[in-house]
């Protein structure tokens, strides 16, 4: 019954940043073991591993984009965050969040994905 939903602006513009939240229901986005994730996939290309947040608030970056990432969360709301800053049209993309487990070592949950293009 795990459901991940994404929102935020669709359109954001270059040099900002951009900024979606994902709705976790169904599980605890502190339950132990368990780690929340951003992915996205550009047009034309592959999955794009971000980062995580773990059950402790321990985070997780990819190199290439820790620079300009910040994963958050509010326990109170069993919400995820992400800020990407400095966008570029290069970041347009389809953004998910999704549940990964060490038990699995995959992805289990994932959210359906919210478009989001950087344009001027």
């Known amino acids: 019954q795990v459901q991940l939903q994404e929102s935020g602006p669709g359109l954001v513009k270059p040099s900002q940043t951009l900024s979606l939240t994902c709705t976790v229901s169904?599980?605890?986005?502190?339950?132990?073991?368990?780690?929340w994730s951003w992915i996205r996939q550009p047009p034309g290309k592959g999955l794009e591993r971000m980062g995580a947040i773990a059950y402790d608030g321990s985070t997780y970056y990819n190199p290439s984009l820790k620079s300009r990432t910040s994963i958050s969360r509010d326990t109170s709301k069993n919400h995820l965050t992400l800020q990407l800053s400095s966008a570029t049209p290069e970041d347009t993309a389809v953004y998910y969040c999704a549940r990964y487990t060490d038990t699995l070592i995959a992805w289990d949950y994932w959210g359906q994905g919210t478009q989001v293009t950087v344009s001027s």
């Open positions: 169904g599980a605890s986005i502190t339950t132990n073991n368990y780690y």
